[in-house]
């Protein structure tokens, strides 16, 4: 089908769009463009032919089949699932006027970034990265938050942290975009803080242990005072009724045992 189009001769300046790859777009004709109720559209991809209509049917050509849209009331072109291939100059024809061209970029979007921690042999001085790739997100930008407040002057890839300035700070986390999308990392512990967090795991595995130790000599004594003599000395076991029974010691000249007065004493020397 042919079809003579009236360009008026002058040069229009391309405006820029962008799209995330997998996504859609709408591609708008410039609302100067658009006076009068819309008879034709055309869209061109560079020098060929996208999508047109003429009032009756609407039609896309090549791999814009399937995949493109087109509002015959406003003259707007929404293409779905966005490759990098889609990249390129779009210029709309409405009601057979030229309008402003649009330079259309389709890039990926950001990844979650991950941030890698590393620091000198004292654990001074750290330097934090927000790594994640970014080959076809480009172009990125970066930032950086301690705890959940924004650092205003850490705006690149690696920030770098001093202990003297950040031990008050519970955890870092970066934030990575581009103009399609947006997205942020796992916060992680303030590498310096890790040493007393270390102790307390220690101590309090040491205050267990010694509370359980307590208990069990306590519960020793508790049947020593019951049962007029200690648990190794009973022929019975803990589940029997003689156990727990009182009874008297069967030859009183015979030597008692330290094992209770060594436990004792090592009980006291742990409190």
């Known amino acids: 089908m042919f079809r003579q189009h009236i360009v008026p001769l002058l040069v229009l300046a391309e405006t820029t769009v962008y799209g995330k790859v997998g996504g859609e777009v709408d591609l708008r004709p410039d609302a100067r463009s658009v006076t009068n109720t819309i008879k034709s559209v055309l869209w061109k991809a560079g020098p060929d032919i996208a999508m047109e209509w003429e009032g009756m049917e609407i039609v896309s050509y090549r791999h814009f089949k399937g995949r493109c849209y087109l509002n015959t009331s406003t003259g707007v072109m929404t293409i779905t699932q966005l490759t990098p291939n889609d990249s390129g100059v779009y210029t709309p024809e409405i009601n057979d006027v030229l309008s402003t061209p649009i330079n259309l970029i389709i890039i990926s979007a950001v990844p979650v970034p991950t941030v890698l921690t590393s620091c000198d042999e004292e654990t001074t001085r750290c330097t934090l990265t927000c790594d994640g790739q970014t080959t076809e997100a480009e172009e990125v930008t970066y930032r950086w938050k301690s705890d ?12 770098v942290i001093v202990k003297e300035n950040s031990s008050g700070i519970k955890k870092f986390s970066c934030d990575l975009e581009n103009v399609v999308s947006s997205e942020s990392s796992q916060p992680i512990s303030n590498p310096f803080n890790t040493a007393p967090e270390e102790q307390l795991k220690v101590s309090t595995g040491l205050t ?28 019975s076991m803990p589940w029997e009724a003689d156990f727990w029974r009182k009874q008297e010691r069967p030859g009183k000249s015979q030597p008692q045992s330290g094992f209770p007065t060594i436990f004792l004493f090592f009980l006291l020397t742990l409190i």
């Not at 959940?148 to 920030?159: C, Q």
């Not at 267990?208 to 022929?235: D, N, P, Q």
């Open 148 to 159: 959940d407040t924004i650092v205003m002057d850490a705006i690149k890839k690696e920030y």
């Open 208 to 235: 267990v242990f010694i509370s359980l130790l307590a208990a069990v000599l306590l519960l020793g004594i508790f049947h020593r005072l019951k049962a007029g003599m200690w648990f190794y000395e009973k022929a």
